[in-house]
């Protein structure tokens, strides 16, 4: 860089983590290994955790002086999020997670697209990546349609507006304008905050160049509570936003009515020997047809284990989701 070239905005990389032991230091090793000419931080709000992280945590601040701990009491990432934004020093504000990836020359794509577009949020696609057979079809359902929607954050598309993007970068100014994430928010934080963007007449911008390695669930407990969680809340953005009441959002849980009454008349019917009746257990064949369909369709390339988990994946995330969101509507209140 010459005398006459301005050096690059300074950027704070912030996190909320908990129980990322596992992940987290190749997480932050990838922040601090960005081909960045500006100043460059990370701060990263940590959890109370039962697997170590805050020991990971505090060797890595060993390794990079420019990493920052702060401590995030209650463990929920909307507060941990705020916690770590507003004790960053820089202007410009990039979002990362535990289990993330940052690829090489991310930070400085994502401060190229804020300048050029004057947005108030940057950000590009969540890619999936497994290393074992479930993982991998966990992989695969999310970067399709079948899985969780068309959102071109998971399938791709054009660069342009958006109604949301993975993580993404922020200006100081615009978080400080609509106040951050919303802590009531346990979930879909980043979803609800990009609404208030927009609602709020900002730009929230797409960039597909801009993909982000994500590492899937392993079990498939772990993936049925994610999906029955993230189910969950997305009844209670719709009971703040009911304009977002979407089919894609509202698939899941009808699916779910609708298999599992055509299991419970279906069964019904056979015991009281009533055909009529269980001819209901067609609705749930119907779907599992429609699943495996979906799964052959997006199978291309994949081995044969991680074929065979392909279906069972995509019916968990619509099953779990589903019941989440029914869940989420029977309950008076906000899920804890």
Same mark, same amino acid.
């Given at each position: 860089?010459?005398?006459?070239?301005?050096?690059?905005?300074?950027?704070?990389?912030?996190?909320?983590?908990?129980?990322?032991?596992?992940?987290? =230091?190749? !997480?932050?090793?990838?922040?601090?290994?960005?081909?960045?000419?500006?100043?460059?931080?990370?701060?990263?709000?940590?959890?109370?955790?039962?697997?170590?992280? !805050?020991?990971?945590?505090?060797?890595? @601040?060993?390794?990079?002086?420019? $990493?920052? &701990?702060?401590?995030?009491?209650?463990?929920?990432?909307? =507060?941990?999020?705020?916690?770590? %934004?507003? *004790?960053?020093?820089?202007?410009?504000?990039?979002?990362?997670?535990?289990?993330?990836?940052?690829?090489?020359?991310?930070?400085?794509?994502?401060?190229?697209?804020?300048?050029?577009?004057?947005?108030?949020?940057?950000?590009?696609?969540?890619?999936?990546?497994?290393?074992?057979?479930?993982?991998?079809?966990?992989?695969?359902?999310?970067?399709?349609?079948?899985?969780?929607?068309?959102?071109?954050?998971?399938?791709?598309?054009? *660069?342009?507006?958006?109604?949301?993007?993975?993580?993404?970068?922020?200006?100081?100014?615009?978080?400080?304008?609509?106040?951050?994430?919303? =802590?009531?928010?346990?979930?879909?934080?980043? #979803? =609800?905050?990009?609404?208030? $963007?927009?609602? @709020?007449?900002?730009?929230?911008?797409?960039?597909?160049?801009?993909?982000?390695?994500?590492?899937?669930?392993?079990? #498939?407990?772990?993936?049925?509570?994610?999906?029955?969680?993230?189910?969950? #809340?997305?009844?209670?953005?719709?009971?703040?936003?009911?304009?977002? @009441?979407?089919?894609?959002?509202?698939?899941?849980?009808?699916?779910?009515?609708?298999?599992? $009454?055509?299991?419970?008349?279906?069964? &019904?019917?056979?015991?009281?020997?009533?055909? %009529?009746?269980?001819?209901?257990?067609?609705?749930?064949?119907?779907?599992?047809?429609?699943? *495996?369909?979906?799964?052959?369709? !997006?199978?291309?390339?994949?081995?044969?284990?991680?074929?065979?988990?392909?279906?069972?994946?995509?019916?968990?995330?619509?099953?779990?989701?589903?019941?989440?969101?029914?869940?989420?509507?029977?309950?008076?209140?906000?899920?804890?």
């Amino acid at each position: 860089m010459t005398s006459n070239q301005a050096c690059p905005p300074g950027v704070s990389v912030f996190l909320a983590v908990r129980d990322e032991a596992a992940h987290l =230091e190749r !997480a932050v090793d990838q922040v601090f290994a960005q081909d960045y000419a500006g100043p460059l931080e990370a701060v990263m709000a940590v959890g109370p955790s039962s697997d170590g992280t !805050a020991a990971v945590a505090a060797k890595l @601040a060993k390794r990079h002086p420019r $990493l920052k &701990i702060v401590a995030n009491p209650s463990g929920r990432t909307p =507060e941990g999020l705020n916690l770590a %934004w507003r *004790a960053a020093k820089h202007d410009y504000l990039i979002r990362a997670d535990g289990h993330s990836l940052l690829p090489p020359g991310y930070v400085r794509r994502v401060v190229e697209v804020l300048e050029e577009t004057g947005a108030a949020n940057v950000g590009g696609m969540m890619v999936p990546e497994g290393a074992q057979p479930f993982q991998k079809a966990v992989a695969r359902a999310m970067s399709t349609p079948y899985g969780i929607g068309a959102e071109s954050f998971h399938t791709g598309g054009q *660069a342009g507006p958006a109604q949301t993007v993975y993580l993404g970068g922020y200006r100081r100014s615009d978080l400080d304008q609509v106040g951050g994430f919303n =802590e009531s928010f346990i979930r879909a934080q980043d #979803w =609800e905050l990009n609404h208030r $963007l927009i609602e @709020a007449g900002k730009l929230v911008w797409f960039d597909p160049a801009l993909g982000v390695i994500y590492r899937p669930r392993r079990t #498939w407990r772990a993936l049925s509570r994610q999906f029955y969680a993230t189910g969950r #809340w997305r009844w209670q953005v719709i009971k703040s936003y009911p304009d977002t @009441a979407t089919a894609r959002y509202l698939a899941p849980p009808a699916a779910t009515l609708t298999v599992g $009454l055509g299991l419970v008349l279906g069964l &019904i019917g056979l015991v009281s020997r009533r055909g %009529w009746l269980a001819a209901a257990l067609a609705l749930p064949g119907l779907y599992g047809v429609g699943v *495996a369909g979906a799964s052959a369709a !997006a199978s291309r390339g994949l081995d044969a284990k991680t074929r065979g988990w392909l279906p069972v994946v995509i019916a968990t995330m619509h099953m779990a989701w589903g019941t989440g969101f029914l869940r989420g509507l029977a309950d008076r209140g906000r899920p804890g």
